[in-house]
């Protein structure tokens, strides 16, 4: 016979993970869980491991990235600890642990060296380079990472080249340099794209849990591995290459993985050029999986965001025909090779993604021309077509799922404040 529960007065939940029911009988209150008595062992471990290594709210206070981006960058990180055990016995080997003619003298020095090329290197790469980052964050990413692998093969083939081995280690240190900078600071704009409760703390915190995990784990790996590999270059070599195959093929899964909602160069180019195209905007699934993770060195037509007015007209003529047909608060100009946007004080991101938008058109135009030298008529062309298929196309994107209040545009600093004949 069932016993009577009582009369239910309040339900509660823990996020997604449990809920419970309050009901009250002769004067008592009991809390019971919904959905059954007990709970399983399997179901009690599955809430630890979320409470220790997953924010807070998971999974609705992250992005729906999240997990996939977590799984490849947990590979990565793994291989790369292996390879990087590798690389550091070689680095030892190099300087002289195992060698009675080695001084330890000449061991601190090159170790000093190779840590002050690498401060040196990471402050050079943060001034070049700083801005870059959010805007291009997977580039930017996956290229650290590359340089990461590059770094350690030059440590393990260090011992073999004696001669060379202090320059060799230090230009080691310098690409690691570069990949502590680049790797951080994407790892942060990721970051951000990942909170949705502005949780950007716990996120990072669950983070380095997941990190330190995956290298005690390494760790204990790495242990039985040593042994394996000393004094065995050629078995060290295939190791190493397995290692780094796996690592760049886990980097390349987790950035193709991250589905970005706001706008840089690459996405709102295939988003109007589908929009020119068909009329059809792409969501963000569509636009992340097509835009490019590697980094292009040289460009056709580069657009430069946010410059001086001098790089847009030089002349009272050039500033006139800029201005002839243009009521936004951008300028646009074609100088040198580049397209070049000159920003006012007063615009907004909408009117930053439509000058993007504009430059972006541009180039596709005169890049079909052939032609780099100044053409205001086809810019004039350009503010007309904007006219026309900007208002349309920004509602498109909007209901589309993308975030039309902020951008990651890669925008300098300089912002112009212009006279006309009018005013």
């Not at 680095?91 to 401060?119: C, F, H, P, Y």
């Not at 390494?218 to 004094?231: E, F, H, Q, R």
Request: aromatic fraction near 10%.
């Amino acid at each position: 016979m069932e016993r009577d529960p009582g009369v239910e007065v309040a339900a509660e939940r823990y996020g997604s993970a449990e809920s419970w029911k309050y009901f009250t009988k002769d004067g008592v209150m009991e809390r019971r869980r919904d959905g059954g008595e007990g709970e399983s062992r399997g179901n009690r471990i599955w809430v630890f491991f979320k409470s220790v290594f997953l924010p807070q709210g998971y999974p609705e206070s992250v992005s729906e990235d999240y997990l996939q981006y977590q799984f490849w960058d947990t590979v990565q990180a793994f291989s790369s600890s292996l390879s990087g055990t590798l690389a550091t016995q070689a680095s030892l080997k190099g300087v002289g642990v195992g060698n009675q003619e080695a001084t330890v003298a000449a061991a601190t020095i090159t170790w000093l060296l190779r840590d002050g090329t690498s401060m040196l290197g990471r402050i050079v790469f943060a001034w070049l380079k700083g801005n870059k980052l959010d805007s291009e964050a997977k580039k930017w990413r996956l290229f650290a990472d590359v340089l990461n692998d590059i770094a350690m093969f030059m440590e393990i083939l260090a011992p073999f080249f004696p001669a060379c081995f202090t320059l060799i280690v230090c230009t080691s240190g310098i690409f690691k340099s570069v990949v502590g900078v680049a790797g951080g600071a994407t790892r942060a704009a990721l970051t951000v794209h990942q909170a949705r409760r502005d949780n950007m703390a716990d996120i990072s915190a669950k983070d380095g849990s997941q990190e330190t995990l995956v290298n005690l784990a390494g760790l204990l790996v790495s242990l039985i591995l040593i042994p394996l590999v000393t004094d065995n270059p050629v078995l060290t070599l295939s190791l190493f290459f397995l290692f780094t195959l796996l690592h760049l093929l886990a980097n390349y899964k987790a950035v193709r993985s991250v589905v970005m909602e706001t706008f840089n160069e690459a996405r709102l180019s295939i988003a109007l050029q589908q929009y020119l195209s068909d009329k059809r905007i792409p969501s963000p699934s569509e636009a992340n999986q097509k835009e490019p993770v590697f980094l292009e060195f040289r460009k056709t037509l580069p657009i430069r965001l946010g410059v001086r007015l001098q790089e847009v007209a030089k002349s009272p003529d050039e500033l006139s025909l800029a201005l002839r047909g243009n009521k936004m608060p951008y300028l646009l100009g074609v100088r040198n090779g580049c397209i070049c946007v000159c920003l006012g004080v007063r615009a907004s991101a909408q009117d930053e993604i439509r000058a993007m938008c504009q430059a972006v058109w541009l180039r596709a135009t005169l890049s079909a021309s052939g032609a780099v030298e100044p053409h205001w008529g086809t810019i004039l062309q350009s503010y007309n077509l904007m006219d026309t298929i900007f208002n349309p196309f920004l509602k498109g994107v909007e209901a589309a799922g993308w975030d039309i209040k902020r951008t990651l545009l890669d925008w300098d600093e300089w912002r112009v404040e212009w006279k006309t004949k009018s005013n």
